[in-house]
């Protein structure tokens, strides 16, 4: 429907204060501040809780500002797409150069906070992440193969051991584990949401894998992944930051993926069509609360460490 | 006596001033409380040895 009144937001990129949160794209912030909260709380060096606020909170600024970058770059192609077209620059409230101008702003305060408030080695993870999603994910990889998806993931998967940077200053194989879990989790995420959701990719000549090598090799991915992720996951439940209660989880929940992967595996598409892939999307789910129950098992592990019931 | 009605644009400049100021004030209190943080002792020399998983206490002031 068009708006015949006189529209001043598209002729003035007068932008309201929501629209530019809204470039920060604040629903993947949360996944952001989750994991990042949970790499430094689980991390064996206590940090004074300002300290983690501000820590977490530049975290997820960071995450914003590559989250505007990466729709400044992108405006082309969400103009193109149903599901993007109300963006803040497809919609005409914001202009480029105002998301240019934003993203980079807060991606510098962002890494010289965390510099300030953590320590470097924190803020060098945190500005490779954005440059990281925003050179190698979005301005080459994403319109260029369909393992975009794969390579890319890696951007979300940072956060956490950012965090556990942020309290040690270091890395270590509990934080890059936490990262693989993320990181092996992102493609059968994504790409059971592929499987259900009609986008126009095509049209925005994105390569997605159910397009370029079609539904069937999405599904036998789907299964792939999901079980190159469960031994990632359930090893994270014999190292320090695991435990007996984590193990558990991790094991359940893995077995339940799998079992969701495999069956999507074993369907075709005149099935799906045929159930509205309930399949799919009962395994979309699934993933959302796969990630939040790891991580929210690894917090409880650490929180309960210093009273002598968790971890091993 | 003020009769004219602000347009939809001034409101929307205003939630952006508002929005804004808001979030330089929270910048600031922030910045203030980190130095608090930091100040009142918080052991920045404290670092976490990866290579044999001790705890390197720093030292005190």
Not at chain 1, 42 to 53: E, G, L, N, S, T
Not at chain 1, 118 to 141: Q, S
Not at chain 1, 245 to 273: E, H, T
Not at chain 2, 15 to 29: D, K, Q
């Amino acid at each position: 429907m068009t708006d015949t009144s006189m529209d001043m937001t598209s002729e003035t990129g007068e932008a309201g204060f929501r629209d530019f949160v809204a470039l920060l794209k604040p629903r993947v912030m949360s996944l952001v501040v989750f994991t990042a909260f949970v790499g430094l709380m689980v991390a064996p060096v206590p940090v004074h809780p300002m300290v983690v606020f501000t820590s977490v909170l530049f975290i997820a600024i960071g995450g914003g500002a590559s989250g505007a970058l990466n729709m400044w770059w992108d405006a082309d192609i969400d103009a193109v797409m149903k599901r993007t077209q109300s963006r803040p620059i497809p919609s005409g409230k914001v202009t480029t150069g105002e998301a240019y101008a934003i993203g980079m702003t807060l991606s510098a305060i962002s890494v010289i906070m965390l510099g300030l408030a953590a320590n470097w080695v924190a803020a060098g993870l945190l500005a490779f992440t954005i440059f990281f999603y925003v050179v190698i994910y979005t301005m080459w990889l994403k319109r260029w193969t369909p393992q975009n998806i794969v390579i890319g993931g890696a951007a979300g998967a940072f956060p956490p051991m950012i965090g556990w940077a942020a309290a040690t200053g270091s890395i270590s194989v509990e934080s890059v584990l936490m990262f693989m879990i993320t990181f092996m989790w992102t493609p059968p995420h994504f790409w059971a949401l592929a499987l259900f959701v009609k986008s126009d990719y095509d049209k925005a000549k994105v390569p997605m894998l159910t397009v370029t090598h079609g539904r069937k090799a999405t599904r036998t991915h789907i299964l792939i992944y999901t079980l190159l992720l469960a031994p990632v996951a359930i090893g994270a439940g014999f190292t320090s930051i695991g435990g007996p209660l984590y193990l558990v989880l991790a094991l359940g929940m893995n077995l339940w993926f799998v079992k969701g992967a495999v069956d999507i595996w074993r369907r075709d598409d005149a099935q799906s069509d045929a159930d509205s892939h309930k399949v799919e999307r009962k395994f979309f789910k699934l993933s959302l609360i796969y990630l939040f129950l790891h991580f929210g098992a690894l917090l409880l592990e650490a929180t309960l460490r210093p009273f002598g019931l968790g971890g091993w | 006596m003020a009769i004219a009605k602000d347009h939809e644009l001034h409101t929307r400049r205003q939630g952006r001033n508002v929005g804004l100021g808001v979030v330089l004030a929270a910048f600031v209190a922030i910045v203030f409380g980190l130095t608090i943080a930091k100040v009142k002792g918080v052991d920045v020399a404290t670092g976490y040895d990866a290579s044999n998983g001790i705890i390197n206490e720093g030292i005190s002031e």
